[in-house]
């Protein structure tokens, strides 16, 4: 087991969380343990309500937790399948706003390799869906590989492109210690809503026309699309095992990404899940990944 503690980046309330092994095909699961009887969440794109800001989970009793994009992307980037993850109230902590914390944690406790398949969907044909000029698709590759493009007004983070090939611990060493990002005048709206309350220059990176207000600047040049990349693995992840396919995301959110999943899901022969043989689990994201790996990162 390993535990985790911080805030919530939109409740501000302090939180913990622990992650613990889970049998093999178990898949991962999140418990709230400040609740009594509540049902445990299954990480499931199809538990997912309309929430532009972070993604939440809802269970059929109402029980929800929030913000769990980065933990996800945290353990389908280091080859998790199968984790129970406890959390004592009703949103995960932002930590430093990136999934390196998750990621070091996990690598530090050591991961258990099970004797059992691999399964993982396969991408068979395109699927794609738009929304106010943004959009995202995903179609047929021999891994998970990623294209992704934002563009912003402000000429701090402006257009900005990246495309990773997931495998062999790419996301540890490229994409996992990118961090949030937000506009000025979005961190005031935000407040005036009543979220926000836990972000700081300590767990999100503040941009303010060219000028970046978090002490320290950015990690990476790019690090605002990485970052759209990490919350990208972390959506997809709820599709319920890996994914063999290319993801291509421009100015895609938390709710296209997940519409892309319930559209995959909707249309017939677009996917299907296959047992995977040692060169495709050779190329899923954290197979092979190591402590080390950690060390390319802040």
Same mark, same amino acid.
């Given at each position: 087991?390993?535990?985790?503690?911080?805030?919530?980046?939109?409740?501000?309330?302090?939180?913990?969380?622990?992650?613990?092994?889970?049998?093999?095909?178990?898949?991962?699961?999140?418990?709230?343990?400040?609740?009594?009887?509540?049902? =445990?969440?299954?990480?499931?794109?199809?538990?997912?309500?309309?929430?532009?800001?972070?993604?939440?989970?809802?269970?059929?009793?109402?029980?929800?937790?929030?913000?769990?994009?980065?933990?996800?992307?945290?353990?389908?980037?280091?080859?998790?399948? *199968?984790?129970?993850?406890?959390?004592?109230?009703?949103?995960?902590?932002?930590?430093?706003?990136?999934?390196?914390?998750?990621?070091?944690?996990?690598?530090?406790?050591?991961?258990?390799?099970?004797?059992?398949?691999?399964?993982?969907?396969?991408?068979?044909?395109?699927?794609?869906?738009?929304?106010?000029?943004?959009?995202?698709?995903?179609?047929?590759?021999?891994?998970?590989?990623?294209?992704?493009?934002?563009?912003? !007004?402000?000429?701090?983070?402006?257009?900005?492109?990246?495309?990773? *090939?997931?495998? *062999?611990?790419?996301?540890?060493?490229?994409?996992? !210690?990118?961090?949030?990002?937000?506009?000025?005048?979005?961190?005031? =709206? =935000?407040?005036?809503?009543?979220?926000?309350?836990?972000?700081?220059?300590? *767990?999100?990176?503040?941009?303010?026309?060219?000028?970046?207000?978090?002490?320290?600047?950015?990690?990476?040049?790019?690090?605002?699309?990485?970052?759209?990349?990490? !919350?990208?693995?972390?959506?997809?992840?709820?599709?319920?095992?890996?994914?063999?396919?290319?993801?291509?995301?421009?100015?895609?959110?938390?709710?296209?990404?997940?519409?892309?999943?319930?559209?995959?899901?909707?249309?017939?022969?677009?996917?299907?899940?296959?047992?995977?043989?040692?060169?495709?689990?050779?190329?899923?994201?954290?197979?092979?990944?190591?402590?080390?790996?950690?060390?390319?990162?802040?």
């Amino acid at each position: 087991m390993v535990s985790f503690v911080g805030v919530g980046l939109h409740s501000g309330r302090p939180a913990r969380v622990s992650l613990l092994p889970q049998a093999a095909n178990v898949g991962i699961w999140f418990r709230r343990t400040d609740l009594d009887d509540a049902e =445990m969440i299954p990480a499931r794109y199809d538990l997912v309500p309309q929430s532009r800001l972070c993604t939440r989970l809802i269970a059929e009793d109402g029980t929800e937790v929030s913000t769990v994009e980065h933990i996800m992307a945290a353990l389908v980037g280091s080859g998790i399948h *199968n984790a129970l993850i406890e959390v004592d109230g009703p949103e995960l902590p932002i930590l430093d706003g990136s999934a390196a914390p998750f990621v070091r944690g996990i690598l530090d406790a050591g991961i258990q390799r099970q004797s059992a398949p691999i399964y993982a969907l396969e991408i068979l044909q395109p699927v794609r869906v738009e929304e106010d000029g943004a959009w995202a698709e995903l179609t047929p590759a021999d891994g998970l590989e990623m294209d992704y493009t934002i563009d912003f !007004d402000d000429a701090a983070i402006g257009r900005q492109q990246r495309i990773e *090939n997931l495998a *062999n611990g790419r996301f540890v060493r490229e994409l996992c !210690d990118s961090r949030t990002f937000c506009r000025r005048s979005d961190v005031e =709206m =935000m407040h005036q809503a009543g979220l926000a309350l836990g972000g700081t220059y300590d *767990n999100a990176v503040v941009v303010d026309g060219d000028a970046v207000l978090s002490p320290g600047g950015f990690r990476h040049a790019d690090e605002a699309v990485r970052h759209k990349m990490l !919350d990208a693995l972390g959506d997809l992840a709820l599709a319920g095992a890996p994914i063999l396919g290319r993801y291509t995301g421009y100015r895609a959110g938390h709710m296209i990404t997940n519409q892309l999943l319930r559209a995959l899901f909707a249309k017939p022969g677009a996917v299907r899940l296959v047992e995977c043989t040692s060169n495709q689990a050779a190329r899923l994201p954290g197979v092979g990944v190591k402590t080390a790996d950690l060390a390319h990162v802040a």
